[in-house]
Each structure stands twice: as structure tokens, then as C-alpha cells.
Nanobody
Framework: QVQVVESGGGLVQPGGSLTLSCTVSGFTLDDSAIGWFRQAPGKGREGVSCLSSRDRSRYYVDSVKGRFTISGDNDKKTVYLQMNNLRPEDTAVYYC??????????????????WGQGTQVTVSS
């Protein structure tokens, strides 16, 4: 079964850190791109970061540059999103998405065909 599963969300205070994980099954990361997207209440789904194992491309939306880091472990079939210095405006449901033949990766949601169920990240004091 081809799927991606997110984990690692939770409640954190402003300035805190969280690491999200995206674990894939039914395919490998070798030729795949993984994108992280987020959707806040009342807003559209926004591309946050992406990583392509094939050409090692990685991108970040401007609002998270310098705070978020994406990385991958092909052996564990997992892509991580390390989030530091979190802000209340980072509060959203975070989704992992995959495409098995995309490179370079992209922050455009219609480039991905496998989506997870999402994990909630809440930044609040």
C-alpha cells in the first residue's frame, strides 16, 4: 500500500521547537520528492518546504527560512521537518505529500499525488 504518514505534531510555546516526521511505505525515497504543506484555519494550503532525493533540491517558503530545516533518511524512508523558533502564525495542520518521480521538488500542491492525513501544530503560550 502506497502511503505517507505524518507524526510529531503537538502544542509548543512561542520560541520552542518541534520535529515532524513523514514516513513513506509502498515506495522508496530514492527517486521521490517530499513536500511539507500547512493549512491554518480559514486559509488555503501553503507549501512550506520540499526535498527531492534524486537531485538533492530543497526549498523553503520565505516565512520559515532560517527557522525550519528539511532532511531525509532514505534507509528509514523518513523525511523530517525540524522547526525552531516557532511563532503563533506557524499554527496549522501540517501535511506531508509525495511524488515518486518529481525533481526538482516543488512547493506547489498539485505536483504531489500521495497525501497524509496531517498533524496538528499549535504554537501558543
Amino acid at each position: 500500500q502506497v502511503q505517507v504518514v505524518e507524526s510529531g505534531g503537538g502544542l509548543v510555546q512561542p520560541g520552542g521547537s518541534l520535529t515532524l516526521s513523514c514516513t513513506v511505505s509502498g515506495f522508496t525515497l530514492d527517486d521521490s520528492a517530499i513536500g511539507w504543506f500547512r493549512q491554518a484555519p480559514g486559509k488555503g494550503r501553503e507549501g512550506v518546504s520540499c526535498l527531492s532525493s534524486r537531485d538533492r533540491s530543497r526549498y523553503y517558503v520565505d516565512s520559515v527560512k532560517g527557522r525550519f530545516t528539511i532532511s531525509g533518511d532514505n534507509d528509514k524512508k523518513t523525511v523530517y521537518l525540524q522547526m525552531n523558533n516557532l511563532r503563533p502564525e506557524d499554527t496549522a495542520v501540517y501535511y506531508c505529500a509525495a511524488d515518486r518521480a518529481l525533481y526538482p521538488c516543488a512547493l506547489t500542491r498539485n505536483r504531489y499525488d500521495i497525501w497524509g492525513q496531517g498533524t496538528q501544530v499549535t504554537v501558543s503560550s
